[in-house]
């Protein structure tokens, strides 16, 4: 397993934008499939955005067109900037990397948006 750390959340209107980071610890982070999933209160936790180690991308319906993922091999870290942010949005995100069925998680962040 892989220690994952989630930054950049917080409160927003609105509307408006956060970019999440999460930073890998460890080797082969260019390897791995990471993802981004978030969890609202009495909900599952979903997938929202996902990059494979040579770049590939797949969206949550709900968030096509307004979240990027994106990650920096040279700095074992993955992005997800969010734009567009509605009340919805709400939720623990959590980072996530998976290397050959290995997964490993973040702490998670928490992100509000408000009406």
């Known amino acids: 397993q892989v220690q994952l750390v989630e930054s950049g959340g917080g409160l927003v209107q609105t509307g408006g934008s956060l970019r999440l980071s999460c930073e890998a610890a460890g080797r082969l982070f260019s390897s791995m499939t990471t993802a981004w999933y978030r969890q609202a209160p009495g909900l599952e936790r979903d997938m929202v955005a996902l990059i494979t180690g040579d770049g590939r991308t797949r969206y949550a319906d709900s968030v096509k067109g307004r979240f990027t993922i994106s990650r920096e091999n040279a700095k074992n870290t993955v992005y997800l900037q969010m734009n567009s942010l509605k009340p919805e949005d709400t939720a623990v995100y959590y980072c996530?990397?998976?290397?050959?069925?290995?997964?490993?998680w973040g702490q998670g962040t928490q992100v509000t948006v408000s009406s």
């Open positions: 996530n990397a998976n290397y050959l069925g290995v997964s490993s």
